[in-house]
C-alpha cells in the first residue's frame, strides 16, 4: 500500500511539473484584448478533439520546454477547437458553429483557413492581427522551433524561409 502512495505521489509530482512547463493558451478574445494593450503576434493552435496529431502536438511539441518558453514569451497562444460551439465576436463580425453532416465546424477558425478545415493547423497572426501563415498538418518540436522564430523575429520580412533555415541555431 505504501509503495502505491509513493507512486501515486510521484505521478501526480511530475505531472505538475509537466503542466508548469506548458504553453499558456489563452481563448481568441484574451488574445486579441491582449493584444491591443501590449501587440504580440498570435499563435493560434486549431485543434479537434478527436484529432489524433492534435493531441501528439500537445504531449511532443507544445510540451517542451524550450518550445513552450519561446511561445509564452513571445506570442499570445490560443487554443481554438475547429469545431467551437459558441459564437465568436471578432472585428464587428460573429462567428457561429456551422452544423454539417455528423459534426460541423467552426466559422472563425474555417475563415482563417480559407475553408481548408485540416487539423491540427497553426495559424500566426502579426501584431497587427494580420494572417502571417497557416501551416498545416502535425509540426514536431524541430520544425516548431523554426516557425517560431521566423515569425516572432519578423525575419519574414527580410529573409525567405529557405534562407533563413540555412543559418538557424537550434536552442533544442
Known amino acids: 500500500m505504501n509503495k502505491f502512495l509513493l507512486l ?16 499558456k493558451w489563452l481563448s481568441f478574445e484574451k488574445a486579441i484584448i491582449l493584444n491591443k494593450k501590449n501587440p504580440k503576434p498570435i499563435l493560434i ?3 479537434t478533439d478527436w484529432c489524433g496529431y492534435c493531441k501528439k502536438m500537445d504531449l511532443n ?23 467551437e460551439k459558441k459564437d465568436i465576436i471578432y472585428n464587428g463580425h460573429t462567428f457561429k458553429f456551422q ?32 494572417l502571417l501563415d497557416k501551416i498545416p498538418g502535425y509540426l514536431d518540436k524541430k520544425i516548431m ?17 529557405e ?6 541555431k537550434s536552442k533544442l
Do not use: C
Not at 501515486?8 to 504553453?23: D, M, R
Not at 524550450?66 to 506570442?75: G, L, P, V
Not at 455528423?102 to 502579426?126: E, N, W
Open 99 to 130: 452544423k454539417e453532416g455528423r459534426r460541423g465546424y467552426h466559422q472563425l477558425p474555417a475563415t482563417l483557413m480559407d475553408g481548408k478545415l485540416s487539423y491540427p493547423t497553426t495559424i500566426f497572426l502579426s501584431d497587427k492581427e494580420e
Open 8 to 23: 501515486f505521489s510521484f505521478t501526480l509530482f511530475h505531472l505538475n511539473l509537466n503542466a508548469q512547463e506548458s504553453v
Open 145 to 161: 522551433e523554426k516557425i517560431l522564430v521566423y515569425y516572432s523575429d519578423e525575419i519574414y520580412n527580410t529573409k525567405k524561409w
Open 45 to 47: 493552435d486549431v485543434y
Open 163 to 168: 534562407e533563413f533555415v540555412k543559418d538557424f
Open 61 to 83: 511539441t507544445y510540451a517542451n520546454k524550450t518550445i513552450s518558453d519561446y511561445i509564452n514569451d513571445n506570442f499570445y497562444a490560443v487554443k481554438l477547437d475547429g469545431e
